[in-house]
């Protein structure tokens, strides 16, 4: 079975703290992405990584940024937390060869106060 | 541009009811339909999906059907059981990178 697994479950972070979500997939899959999931707006991809050091945006980068130093890992960085990134975040991976199914986390809700 | 529309929530039936959840897309040519689940605390897992127009994509009883002249993919299932309380949602992709998706249902089943 696929995993994805996600540091956190729950984490609460002051205003302007610099916060670290990680994500780990054990299937050897090149993409993996990142999510917010807010009520009423459904999913929306913040970035996306399709090999090791690389990364793309997606639509609601502003805020945050990414790092894969390695195939498996995934990190999403809060560089300066605010109280409007308060949201589930989702981690997701996909393998190249299949058709187009991504494998999800479990999720991180995240609380910034 | 590309979105997915689906029927707003909550809903609320009786075991082994009929259930209908209304997907309407917009997109530029054929992508394709996925209809994902999320069972409370956990995170998505693909339901079904339809690669083309007139697939029907079916799995534990779900169905849809990939419709471009009405730009749909409901879903329906015969029978809802308690066990099927969870949000679901509708999206799109070309590439498996890009997802579209709608803003979720939530269902709720009492015995």
Same mark, same amino acid.
């Given at each position: ?13 002051? #205003? ?16 993996? @992405?990142?999510?917010?999931?807010? *009520? ?20 609601? *980068? ?11 890992? @995934?990190?999403?960085?809060?560089? +300066? =937390?605010?109280? !409007? %990134?308060? $949201? ?10 299949? +058709?187009?199914? %991504? ?9 910034? #106060? | 541009? !590309? ?10 039936? $009786? ?24 069972? *409370?605390?956990?995170?998505? %897992?693909?339901?079904?999906? =339809?690669?083309? =127009?007139?697939?029907?994509? $079916?799995?534990?009883?779900?169905? =849809? ?6 730009? $749909? ?23 498996? !990178?890009? @997802?579209?998706?709608? #803003?979720?249902? +939530? ?5």
């Amino acid at each position: 079975d696929v995993k994805v697994t996600q540091s956190s479950r729950y984490l609460v972070k002051r #205003t302007g703290e610099k916060v670290f979500l990680e994500c780990v997939q054990d299937m050897d899959h090149e993409n993996m @992405f990142w999510y917010r999931q807010d *009520p009423g707006l459904g999913l929306r991809l913040i970035y996306f990584s399709y090999d090791v050091k690389m990364k793309e945006k997606g639509d609601i *980068p502003e805020g945050y940024s990414v790092s894969r130093e390695k195939k498996e890992r @995934f990190s999403l960085i809060l560089e +300066s =937390a605010s109280t !409007n %990134q308060t $949201s589930m975040y989702l981690c997701a991976s996909r393998p190249l060869r299949t +058709s187009y199914e %991504q494998y999800f986390g479990p999720g991180t809700r995240l609380t910034v #106060t | 541009g !590309n979105s997915v529309t689906q029927m707003e929530g909550p809903v609320t039936l $009786s075991e082994e009811a009929f259930l209908t959840i209304n997907c309407t897309y917009t997109a530029t040519g054929y992508p394709s339909l996925f209809w994902y689940v999320q069972y *409370p605390g956990e995170g998505l %897992q693909l339901l079904l999906k =339809a690669t083309k =127009a007139d697939d029907k994509g $079916s799995n534990k009883g779900f169905e =849809a059907t990939y419709r471009k002249e009405t730009t $749909s993919f409901h879903l329906e299932k015969g029978s809802v059981q308690v066990s099927d309380s969870a949000v679901y949602f509708c999206a799109l992709s070309w590439t498996g !990178n890009q @997802f579209y998706f709608g #803003t979720g249902t +939530s269902l709720t089943v009492i015995p």
